[in-house]
């Protein structure tokens, strides 16, 4: 059996793929394990301090940290950062900027990531443009959580209904999470985040998000013959999709 490790940028990341991709995966033959990114390691105390992306480096460190001790042929990593806020040191940052198509844009980092980890068993993938865009596949399964919010809710249902979740832009005034947080001050996404995403469903969300689509797509057929197999590069089976 595959085992899938998806590394998240924080609980919210961790509480969704622990609610909807563990049980989804299962039956394909994946046993997914949802972790956080181990961000700093104190060796004073023994403590690990997780979530939170600051740097590349620490991201980078804790993969191949993963993959070096665990060299099994049936292991595979994988990641859900926000492409929302990326640190600038990621590889070919900004070649991918000059890029206007968002989508162009996640194709390159994704692929120079890829290469910098250099280890067939990693597959990477970034969120655009955060967590929340998955919440405007419906936003208005906020109202399962926040009561009292119809008219903020239907302002939210209105945009999303005018464009693509993964389209809403990463300028900190109009990132997706600041409009649902304009909209519903009390907005918290630990709190929230997972509930909605759950209250929506997996489906609903790969139909209106093309990118995240992609990426389970990928997951999915990695136990299979014809999947994603250690020394099959991420980049041959993205272009297959």
Request: hydrophobic share 35%; charged share 30%; aromatic share 12%.
């Amino acid at each position: 059996m595959i085992e899938l490790h998806i590394l998240g940028e924080g609980y919210t990341e961790e509480a969704f793929v622990k609610e909807l991709l563990i049980g989804h995966l299962a039956n394909y033959g994946i046993k997914v394990v949802a972790s956080i990114f181990v961000t700093k390691f104190d060796e004073d105390t023994g403590r690990l301090y997780k979530g939170g992306i600051s740097n590349y480096q620490k991201v980078k460190s804790d993969i191949v940290r993963r993959l070096s001790s665990d060299r099994r042929d049936n292991l595979r990593v994988s990641t859900m950062i926000d492409f929302y806020g990326l640190p600038a040191d990621f590889p070919s940052y900004y070649q991918a900027y000059r890029e206007e198509d968002p989508y162009k844009r996640v194709e390159i980092l994704e692929a120079a990531f890829a290469e910098d980890i250099g280890d067939s068993r990693f597959i990477p993938y970034l969120s655009l443009h955060e967590f929340e865009a998955l919440i405007f596949s419906d936003p208005g399964k906020l109202g399962c959580v926040y009561f009292n919010n119809d008219k903020q809710i239907d302002e939210l249902v209105a945009l999303s209904q005018e464009v693509s979740p993964e389209l809403i832009n990463n300028d900190p005034e109009t990132c997706p999470s600041r409009r649902i947080k304009k909209a519903i001050r009390s907005y918290n996404k630990r709190f929230a985040g997972s509930r909605v995403a759950k209250a929506i469903g997996l489906n609903r969300i790969r139909s209106r998000c093309k990118h995240f689509d992609e990426w389970i797509g990928i997951l999915e057929v990695l136990a299979t013959a014809g999947g994603y197999q250690r020394g099959r590069e991420w980049s041959q089976l993205r272009r297959q999709l």
